[in-house]
């Protein structure tokens, strides 16, 4: 190693010697005289004549002018690239390259240079080229919509099974209903015009008649037992109660949801249990003497369902009078939001309607879900049947109301003049008359006969959340809205009656007993109210 | 020549008086203009006015103002009384073709220049008044003419023109008779003038003949022509006068005046007469009518020689340019007793009407009745079907029945009915409607109905900005601004830009420019201030290119205001008590909707005004605030039904969305009744709003009663 050392370790010369320049001076002073031969030969070609002199020339300026021209372009498109917004997020940038018919990856590419990359493109494209093309696609979306139209598909056996069945349910009842109003034709109209007279006296006399405390949280739901015995109230807290009417006993705690209960209502032939009758009439004599005595005579109590509720979660229970657990539960709503149950005149169904833009029908005979009903753009809200039990309407968020056939499936009116979601809708007693209650502080009345809206009612000063018909003949609708307040109108004219004021906080939903005797609304201040025509 | 003038004429004379020695001397002087006129009354010689002037003003001005004076004063005399005077035709007519543009006012020197200059011109052609005479120029300048204008002269010319046509007639008038050929030589005369007529003054100031007296025997047919004629004249003029506004002069008895029992004037058959009025008028007024007469007579006459001349072509109409004074106006007798009458007719109406709408307040309508009253006139449903429609669709026709029983071959023999009878039985008779079923019309089939898009949905899709925080907007700014700096250099790197010149300021200045500072600091400290100043100034330019214009301020403005309403208006209804007497309110309630930039109406009716608004949320808000917060309406009383004094009140009726807009812009409307101001809402569609603010109203009243 050290003889290696020892070559490489050569002494560097102090100087330089390149060699002497003479050599070089000779031949360029050469080159010197050959070029001057040869001038003086061009000279004389020049004389000749045959030199060509070219005007043209090269154009710097143009040249330089075009690179800066370029430059600056260039300059222009870096400073537009870096005012791109381009997302973070790799995914979409992948999209969005993809959309623009890139490659999706390079080789070796990472996801900051595939950002950059759509940058850069986006930057020669113009920022709007994603945009251009997704709207290009929404109207080819749009188009196809636009085409589609109404179609069919079918449905279970069960369905026509259900359809005919409440075809034979509700025709002798329309039949029936229709000799009835012909008969009532028939009377004097003074006679008619002093029943309804009479009846919107008493509701103009409507007066609170007691308050009771349903629970912890907000009273979402209240309705009353064809019997008008009874009233069923659910709540926020997951609980359902049953009370009576009109001691506002509290009967039973129905404890089975986990979440808000937004609905809960009797079944059309439920009535007050005679166990509950002695428990009521306990609780009176109670007050009067303290003897504690509870006699359980529980022998005689139906088996079948008696109510039904929902919930937000998705889960609708059906209840009976004997125990305090579900007797069974629907299910195939969940995770949706169940807004409303609703049973059929007849008994035998139960609609629900969900915020999967859908209603459905279930038969509590099988326990099957029979109808899948879409139409709304948007959540279906409330649902009425009509008491033939021939139509249902349904309220959507998405603002409009349609009318069912349930024996054809037909959509066979499209209620549209609100603007809000509709909230309410109930039907009045004559049968070709339907309220509705929506969002826009208004509640409009439509006639099916002719198929058109008859009256809007400007009624509250904020949302509606229901609205309902006196249930004997019409004479007069009652409005719960947000601005604690319900309100009773007349109805033809629909002028307002009563203002039913004394709620804290909003009116969640209210109802009218078969008998019209009492009014019954529930609020968000965690009461709800009872309220009897004050004739004193 | 001595000219007395009356005091009255003087003082016509005094506003051209004045002007004249204005003209005069360059300013108006009250003294001299008393002293001018003290010498017109009293009728001075041109000598002694220009005595009596020079003690005011130098001589020289004074004698050329005294010739003023006298030329006006001429000029009123003329033209009121024509003086008498007998002229040489031959002369006159030379005059007047000759001397048309350069006439002096004095008649006596006229007469006198005349004489002069008759040598002179009269080889001169006829038609000199295209190229005036140098001679009558230089002798014009040598009169004492120089200080007047042009203009001035012109109408002094126009004047004596007139004057001297006028005289002429009034010569041919007299010696019609005597000297025939005369007219045929004015008619000569008149000829040699028309072509010149279009430039000198038109033959329409001539003044006529009808005062003069008309000839005792007529000799010629054209004479008595001219005489129907002139008689023709005087009779329209005469029935002008009493058409006019002129007292009507009746030519038969006068008829006997009735009076009745209340002394009104009444004729023969016991119906009222008006009377015409004849009041003394103002002196103005006289003068007034009494130039009209004038012109009246003139336009007669002007048409006369001319019409029946053999060479003017009828077919051309030459109107003379009659310059038409506007004329007072007076109002038509009985024009203001008719108004006063109007008036008080309306006043009783009003009067009636309020006191029947206070008996039928008295008598007390109570609200629940009234109520009914408005519920009553709804008709109910007065029809009910065989059939509902959407039941029909599942039943069976006759035809759909007989098909099917054909198929079926389940007759009952002893049915005899037929199919339609049948049917009819099921669905309203006695028969079961289920038979009548058809089951074919019920399948298992599912619809989907074409899903619409929600009135309430944007078309497009609104994004949320993205907001930054304090830190991240710095963050920001501060790359960007590297960014962009760090392109400047590469840019002047590559030599696209030229390097900025170095930043210079005061304190910068010696480190910058070293020993040139040294030398001469007085420039480079000019120098570098310029600087300084330059840069400023861009930085302000470029704020004010920045900074929006007037209009886009007031866009800005209004834009904020303005808040978008395809997707549902706001509507707000409001009832106020009255709103009738509270003129602020009323003012606050229409500006604030209109400031506001909100659609609406408002409805005035007694005991139930309804202020209806249209707009935005933010909009609504703060009109919300302005009428149950800001107006003080219950500090203002109001008179209730039964006439006692209540504080007003607003309360808000109904507030909620509509899909569109039912009014323009805010208007005030007053209905007397209940009918027609719902009326005037269906009108609108919003028929409700009215229905809801009444009811409100009478419950409202109802309430209060007990």
């Not at chain 2, 006068?254 to 008028?281: C, F, M, N, W, Y």
């Not at chain 2, 389940?410 to 009819?424: C, G, H, I, K, S």
Request: charged share 30%; aromatic share 6%.
């Amino acid at each position: 190693m050290s003889d290696d050392d020892d070559v490489i370790l050569v002494k560097k010369p102090k100087q330089v010697y390149y060699g002497s320049l003479e050599e070089q001076e000779k031949a360029r002073l050469a080159a010197l005289a050959a070029a001057a031969k040869e001038g003086v030969e061009d000279s004389g070609g020049k004389e000749l004549g045959d030199i060509q002199v070219s005007g043209e020339y090269m154009e710097l300026e143009e040249e330089m002018s075009r690179d800066k021209k370029a430059l600056l372009e260039e300059f222009e498109r870096r400073r537009k690239a870096r005012q791109l917004n381009v997302s973070t997020d790799d995914d979409e940038v992948r999209r969005s390259l993809r959309q623009l018919g890139e490659p999706v990856c390079l080789f070796g590419e990472g996801p900051a240079e595939r950002r950059v990359r759509l940058r850069d493109l986006l930057s020669y494209l113009g920022e709007d080229a994603i945009h251009k093309k997704l709207e290009e696609e929404e109207a080819r979306i749009e188009r196809d919509r636009g085409r589609e139209g109404t179609w069919y598909h079918e449905g279970p056996p069960q369905l026509k099974d259900a359809r005919l069945f409440i075809a034979r349910y509700s025709l002798p009842r329309a039949k029936r209903r229709l000799t009835k109003a012909r008969d009532e034709l028939q009377l004097a109209g003074s006679i008619r015009a002093a029943a309804k007279q009479e009846s919107q006296r008493k509701a103009t006399a409507m007066a609170i008649y007691c308050s009771q405390i349903g629970d912890t949280r907000p009273i979402s739901f209240c309705r009353f037992s064809s019997d008008s015995q009874m009233l069923i109230t659910s709540s926020w807290s997951g609980l359902v109660k049953v009370w009576s009417v009109p001691d506002c006993i509290p009967l039973q705690t129905l404890k089975g949801h986990t979440c808000n209960v937004s609905a809960a209502t009797f079944h059309p032939r439920a009535v007050l249990p005679s166990h509950w009758r002695q428990k009521i009439e306990q609780e009176k004599e109670k007050k009067e003497d303290d003897s504690i005595e509870v006699m359980d005579t529980s022998d005689e109590i139906s088996e079948s369902c008696q109510m039904a509720s929902c919930a937000y979660d998705g889960s609708v229970h059906l209840w009976n009078f004997k125990s305090d657990a579900p007797l069974a539960s629907l299910s195939g709503h969940s995770p949706r939001r169940v807004s409303r149950v609703e049973f059929h005149p007849s008994g035998r169904f139960l609609a629900t309607t969900v915020f999967d833009n859908s209603w459905r029908l279930w038969d509590l005979h099988t326990r099957t879900e029979v109808l899948h009903q879409e139409g709304h753009a948007k959540p279906v809200y409330s649902i009425a049947f009509q008491c033939d039990g021939s139509l249902a309407v349904t309220g959507g968020m998405d603002a409009f109301g349609r009318v069912w056939d349930l024996r054809t499936g037909r959509c066979v009116m499209f209620l549209e003049g609100h603007l809000g979601p509709v909230l309410g809708a109930d039907w009045s007693p004559a049968g070709h008359q339907l309220a509705t209650a929506a969002a826009d502080h208004q509640a409009k009345v439509w006639d099916i006969r002719r198929r058109a809206p008859i009256y809007t009612i400007p009624s509250h000063t904020h949302l509606l959340s229901d609205v309902r018909y006196q249930k004997s003949n019409g004479h007069f609708l009652l409005t719960s809205s947000y601005d604690k307040t319900a309100r009773l109108w007349s109805n033809p004219a629909w002028h307002p009656l009563r203002t039913l004021s004394g709620h804290d906080n909003k009116v969640m939903s209210a109802d009218i007993s078969f008998d019209n005797k009492y009014i019954a609304t529930c609020s968000y201040d965690r009461t709800f109210k009872l309220w009897a025509p004050d004739l004193a | 020549m001595a000219l007395q003038l009356s005091r009255r004429e003087v003082e016509d004379l005094r506003s051209s008086l004045d002007r004249a020695i204005y003209r005069t001397i360059g300013k108006s002087d009250s003294s001299l203009l008393s002293t001018v006129s003290s010498c017109l009354t009293s009728g001075y010689e041109r000598r002694k006015i220009i005595d009596k002037i020079s003690s005011h003003i130098e001589s020289k001005k004074a004698s050329k103002l005294a010739d003023k004076v006298l030329a006006l004063a001429q000029e009123l005399v003329s033209s009121a009384k024509p003086p008498k005077r007998k002229h040489d035709e031959n002369k006159e007519r030379d005059k007047e073709v000759k001397r048309s543009r350069h006439e002096d006012k004095h008649e006596s020197r006229d007469e006198k220049r005349d004489r002069d200059k008759e040598e002179l011109k009269e080889k001169k052609p006829e038609n000199l008044i295209e190229i005036p005479p140098a001679n009558a120029e230089g002798e014009t300048i040598g009169s004492k003419m120089a200080g007047l204008s042009a203009d001035k002269i012109k109408l002094m010319m126009a004047n004596a023109q007139k004057e001297i046509e006028e005289r002429k007639r009034t010569l041919m008038a007299l010696k019609g008779e005597r000297n025939v050929s005369a007219a045929a030589a004015t008619a000569q005369q008149i000829k040699g003038q028309m072509p010149q007529s279009s430039s000198i003054p038109p033959p329409s100031v001539i003044k006529p003949v009808l005062y003069s007296k008309p000839a005792a025997v007529p000799i010629s047919a054209e004479e008595l022509e001219k005489q129907r004629k002139i008689a023709e004249l005087q009779a329209r003029i005469q029935r002008k006068l009493a058409g006019g506004a002129l007292v009507p002069t009746g030519n038969v008895g006068p008829a006997p005046l009735i009076l009745d029992r209340e002394g009104r004037t009444v004729d023969t058959s016991g119906k009222r007469v008006q009377l015409t009025h004849v009041a003394p008028t103002l002196k103005a007024n006289i003068r007034a009518k009494r130039r009209e007469e004038f012109r009246a007579q003139l336009s007669g006459q002007v048409t006369e020689p001319v019409g029946e001349a053999a060479w003017v072509d009828e077919r051309v109409a030459s109107k003379p340019p009659v310059r038409v004074k506007r004329a007072l106006r007076f109002h038509e007798p009985g024009k203001f007793t008719q108004m006063a009458e109007r008036l008080r007719m309306k006043a009783q109406l009003e009067k009636l009407q309020n006191e029947i709408s206070q008996i039928a307040r008295k008598t007390g309508i109570s609200s629940a009745t009234k109520l009914a009253l408005l519920s009553a006139d709804v008709p109910d449903s007065d029809r009910v079907p065989d059939i509902e429609w959407w039941d029909s669709v599942i039943l069976m026709t006759p035809d759909e029945r007989e098909v099917k029983r054909k198929r079926s071959r389940l007759a009952n023999p002893t049915d005899q009915r037929t199919e339609t009878q049948r049917v009819e039985a099921c669905n309203i008779g006695d028969d079961d409607i289920i038979e009548n079923v058809n089951e074919d019309a019920i399948t298992n089939l599912v619809e989907h109905p074409q899903q619409l898009r929600p009135p309430t949905e944007p078309l497009k899709p609104t994004y949320m900005p993205v907001f930054l925080t304090k830190k991240e907007r710095k963050k920001l700014r501060r790359q960007s601004r590297r960014e962009a700096w760090k392109e400047e250099q590469e840019k002047v790197r590559l030599g696209l830009e030229a390097p900025p010149e170095p930043k210079l300021r005061i304190s910068n200045l010696m480190r910058a420019l070293g020993t040139e500072a040294v030398q001469d600091p007085t420039a480079i400290e000019a120098k570098v201030r310029e600087q300084i100043a330059k840069r400023q100034k861009t930085h302000q330019d470029a704020n004010q290119a920045r900074a929006l214009t007037k209009e886009q301020k007031r866009d800005k403005i209004d834009r904020k205001i303005r808040e978008d309403t395809s997707l549902g208006v706001h509507v707000a209804v409001y009832r106020v008590k009255d709103l009738f007497e509270c003129a602020s309110a009323k003012f606050k309630v229409e500006v604030n909707a209109k400031q506001l930039h909100m659609t609406g109406f408002v409805l005035l009716h007694r005991g139930c005004c309804v202020v209806v608004t249209e707009g935005g949320p933010k909009q609504h808000a703060k009109y919300k605030r302005l009428m149950l917060n800001r107006i003080k309406w219950e500090e203002e009383m109001v008179k209730d039904a039964d006439g006692g004094e209540i504080p007003n009140a607003c309360h808000l009726v109904w507030e909620g969305v509509t899909a569109r807009r039912s009014f323009g812009d805010i208007k005030f409307k007053v209905m007397p009744t209940e009918k027609q101001a719902r009326e005037l809402f269906h009108k609108h569609g919003v028929e409700h709003y009215w229905d809801l603010a009444y009811s409100g109203a009478v419950l409202d009243a109802g309430s209060e009663e007990p």
